[in-house]
Structure formats: structure tokens, C-alpha cells
């Protein structure tokens, strides 16, 4: 039995054709409607020349037709390689030389930073560039006319294998370089089953996602609801206001976001708990969302919150919504088939309670890094995956995360976790949030900076806060030496919060 992703659709248009399957803005698409869309598309590309194993990026934000393309190319077995829209003109090009792409498809927002770089992209012919939105523009096919021309019907005589390639998403480059990542249709299917398990999703489940799709997170909502033939609404971009109204109109009951988000949506002035009764899973993504925002949700929307620690590269723990009153601090376990160990720098397995790096398998494991054999071979060791977090287990098995073992910071000899000094900075009621980092420091070897942003009736200043939090914090090591005060944290697509830049930043000016 062959796992193909894009035959979901197929399945889905034969045997409930009626049923609601996409809300993206005015749009309201049944199966049967969305799946002869995917179809005219994936006969399109086909025509084109695209055939199986071929890569086709996207340089797309939300839309329906990036979905489009996601199912399309599945059921094609061309690998799709989605693309931030951050991206400037010398990074674009690296990524779309790496992926091998012979094809892009964008839109008419990213069309000047594409032509920049268009005539060092001789792997794709001139007539492979594809415009999704008007106007039309010189050098480019329009999307919508080539699809119009295409048949409706399923493409035929395609086999896909369980180890054929889906996508290559590359990693959001926090702490460097993106690299190429590298998922299967059968892990693509690992995640619809498992997750849809996790986070008790149903067929009768309304799914809203108001995040970037490029983000690997957004697979985590996304393939569940196609793989139960669920119903899934698309924002195209994050607006807490239009978010709580929408979960309010269309009673959604599940949704996974990143903790700028989270936050955004409880300090929205139409926050309210009625507007989001019909919310079944919140779940937090992407980065750890601090303690005392965690307790605020939980207070106005008990019995809701789920959080998830995972990697791109295939290994996550998930805490239940049943278990956060007892374990609020954790991140969870690892669901069914998937294994943890928690290792020190020996490679040997440390006792509860101690930290160590944290070391993962499970049926979502990448089988590697696109090209980069030696990366792979450094980061999927006899068949576990080594994280590079650090983090430590309970008694019961529950994972606690402690930092990225590169953001650590070493202060005297003496091991500086940032994570614990963001934990006490924004209990402060003027900060809404918080990012610690390391600088360079000649006597201790390096000392810890606070970047923050306020809330809206915040007006401290940086020595009053760097005052407050050195008299909060649990020991001298975790004194901060320098606090900035921010409008707003520099963010790559998925929301992460990008220290490395603001580092950088920060030494340039000293």
C-alpha cells in the first residue's frame, strides 16, 4: 500500500462531495469543487513538463493557491519547496539553486526581488515562471489561464511510493543558514494519523489557521484535516480581531499558533471568552510560550491548551490538554511509536531530573538534509535524532525544555540559560514579551542582554526593568547587564523570534 498525500482529495470529492472543505476570505470551496482545482492544476503542471521527482517552489503568502499547489504536486509526485517571502534576492537565490527548483510560482508582490536574480536562474525555463494574481506582467504565465485549460479530472498513471519525495522545507534559519529538509509522502501520512490522535481531531473538526503555511507548524493542523476530510479556514494573515471573530462565526474548534499570537489574541481588545467557546485545542508552537502567559489562557479558556515542542526534522512531545494542570511547566511526552532520551555530552543517558541534550526517534524522522550527507550524518545518529536542546525528564517521563544548547550562555564558567531569565522578566506587568541573549564580555566571558517589548499601558524605562529583573532573578549569574526596550522582536516567517539578529545587532553597536 502506497501513502500518497494528494489522493486524500481524490477520496474525499468521491465519497463526500457536498462537504465544506475550504473558507479562505470570501471563498467557500466543497471537496468535489476543491479537488477538480487541484486537478486542473496538477494536469497544468503535468502539461508543462513537470514530471515525478521534479521541484516546484513557491514564493506565495496564504492563499488558495498555495494549498492548490500543495495537493496538486502530491498527487503529480513532484516535490514542492515552499519559500518565505522574507526572502531578499541573494538568499532567494541560494535556496532555489539548492532545491534544484525548475519551476517557480509567486506573486505579483515578489516579482521585483525574483527579477533580480532571474537571469542566474538557468535551471528554470523563461517559461516556468507562474503569476497567481494579476496584473499581468511581462516574463511571467498567468496561473488562473493555464489552469482554466486544464482537465478537471484526477491525473492518471502516476505511482507514488512511500519513500518518494513530498517537499523540502528549509529550516527558518535562526541560528544560520537554511537547510534543506526533507519529508515523504508516508512522513507526511505519519503526521495526519498521529496528530489527528494527539489533538482529538475529527472529521466533524473545524480547523482555523491564521499563520504563515510555509511554516512547517501549519502541517500540524493542515494535514490532519485533509486526511479526516475536515473543514479548514485560511486567513491571510494574522489579525487577532479577525481571528476571534472567525472562530466565532464559524464555531472553529481547533488551532495551533506561535506565542506572539497567543498573546496578541489575549490582549486583543475583543478578547473575550464567549467569542472563543467552541475551541476545543489551543495549541502552542514553534517556540516555548512563558509560564505566566500559559496560566492567563488557561484561566480564561480552561481545558483548552496543548503544547508542542517539535523539529522540521521529525521528532515532537506533545502536552495534553488533560495534563497541563498537573504538569504546567512541561512540554509532554512523546505520542505512540515515537522514543526520548536525555543525554549528556558523552552520548550517555542522564538520571531524571538532570539536564541533557534532548534525543529523539519516531515515524516522522527525515531521512535527511537535502544534499548535505555529512550535516545528516552529524544529526540523526543510529537512527535517534540529536536536537540540540537542552531539556530534562520528571519522574513520569514529562519533558521540560531548558534552551537551544546554543543560546546558552556561559557567564563565569557557569552555565546561564536565557529561558529562565524570560520566565522571571515577564511576570513584570509593563512587559509583554521577552528575549535574553548572550553578548561578549572580556571579565566573565559573556553576560546576558534583555530585549522587550511593552504592553500597551507599559512606560518603563530600560534601567528601571534591568533594576527590577536583577532584583527578581534567583542568582547573581542570571543578572542582565543591558536592557532594550523594542516596538517590535525581528521574526523570520514562522513567528520564531530572531535573537541572532538582534545579537548581532547589538555587538555592531558596542
Not at 408 to 422: F, K, T
Not at 435 to 447: F, H, L, T
Request: with cysteine; hydrophobic share 40%.
Amino acid at each position: 500500500m502506497h501513502m500518497n498525500i494528494g489522493s486524500l482529495l481524490t477520496r474525499h470529492a468521491r465519497y463526500q462531495p457536498d462537504k465544506l472543505a475550504l473558507v479562505f476570505e470570501d471563498n467557500r470551496l466543497t471537496y468535489r469543487e476543491y479537488n477538480q482545482n487541484i486537478n486542473r492544476l496538477a494536469n497544468t503542471l503535468l502539461d508543462m513538463g513537470i514530471r515525478k521527482g521534479d521541484k516546484v517552489a513557491t514564493l506565495l503568502p496564504n492563499c488558495m493557491e498555495l494549498l492548490e499547489i500543495y495537493w496538486a504536486i502530491g498527487k503529480i509526485g513532484a516535490v514542492v519547496v515552499p519559500l518565505s517571502t522574507l526572502l531578499l534576492g541573494k538568499g532567494l537565490k541560494s535556496l532555489l539553486t539548492d532545491s534544484e527548483a525548475v519551476m517557480v510560482i509567486t506573486y505579483s508582490g515578489f516579482t521585483d526581488t525574483l527579477d533580480e536574480i532571474r537571469e542566474d536562474l538557468t535551471a528554470i525555463p523563461p517559461d516556468r515562471f507562474l503569476l497567481v494574481d494579476g496584473p499581468e506582467r511581462s516574463g511571467y504565465q498567468d496561473y488562473h489561464v493555464l489552469k482554466a485549460q486544464a482537465s478537471n479530472l484526477d491525473p492518471q498513471g502516476i505511482e507514488i511510493t512511500n519513500d518518494d519525495i513530498f517537499n523540502i522545507i528549509y529550516s527558518s534559519g535562526t541560528t544560520g543558514q537554511p537547510t534543506g529538509i526533507i519529508h515523504t509522502h508516508y512522513i507526511r501520512s505519519m503526521y495526519c494519523s498521529h496528530l489527528a490522535a494527539s489533538f482529538r481531531m475529527t472529521p466533524e473538526s473545524i480547523f482555523i489557521h491564521t499563520g504563515s503555511i510555509v511554516f512547517n507548524g501549519a502541517f500540524v493542523t493542515l494535514l490532519p484535516s485533509i486526511f479526516l476530510g475536515a473543514t479548514f479556514v485560511l486567513h491571510r494573515q494574522f489579525d487577532a480581531e479577525a481571528f476571534i471573530e472567525t472562530v466565532r462565526k464559524e464555531k472553529a474548534t481547533h488551532v495551533i499558533m506561535v506565542p506572539a499570537q497567543i498573546i496578541g489574541v489575549m490582549h486583543s481588545k475583543k478578547f473575550s471568552p464567549e467569542a472563543l467557546s467552541s475551541l476545543e485545542m489551543i495549541c502552542n508552537v514553534g517556540a516555548p510560550l512563558h509560564q505566566e502567559h500559559k496560566d492567563e489562557l488557561n484561566k480564561h479558556l480552561p481545558d483548552r491548551f496543548y503544547d508542542l515542542y517539535g523539529l522540521t526534522e521529525g521528532f515532537l512531545t506533545i502536552l495534553d490538554k488533560k495534563d497541563f494542570k498537573a504538569k504546567p511547566g512541561s512540554v509532554g511526552v512523546p505520542p505512540p511509536f515515537f522514543e526520548m532520551r536525555i543525554e549528556d555530552d558523552n552520548r550517555k543517558e542522564v538520571p531524571v531530573g538532570e539536564v541533557g541534550e534532548i534525543v529523539g526517534r519516531g515515524p516522522i524522522l527525515m531521512p535527511g538534509y537535502f544534499k548535505q550527507p555529512d550535516l545528516t550524518k552529524e544529526t540523526i545518529i543510529d537512527g535517534w535524532l540529536y536536537t540540540g536542546d537542552m531539556g530534562y525528564v520528571d519522574e513520569d517521563g514529562f519533558l521540560y525544555l531548558v534552551d537551544r544548547k546554543k543560546d546558552m550562555i556561559i557567564s563565569g564558567g557557569v552555565n546561564v540559560y536565557p529561558r529562565d531569565i524570560e520566565e522571571i522578566i515577564v511576570q513584570h506587568p509593563g512587559v509583554l514579551e521577552a528575549a535574553v541573549y548572550g553578548i561578549p564580555n572580556e571579565k566573565w566571558g559573556e553576560s546576558p542582554v534583555a530585549a522587550v517589548t511593552l504592553t500597551q499601558a507599559g512606560t518603563l524605562t530600560g534601567d528601571e526593568l534591568k533594576e527590577w529583573i536583577n532584583r527578581h532573578v534567583s542568582a547573581k549569574f542570571q543578572r542582565v547587564h543591558h536592557v532594550i526596550i523594542m516596538k517590535e522582536f525581528p521574526r523570520n516567517i514562522a513567528g520564531k523570534i530572531l535573537k541572532r539578529v538582534m545579537r548581532e545587532e547589538f555587538v555592531a553597536k558596542i
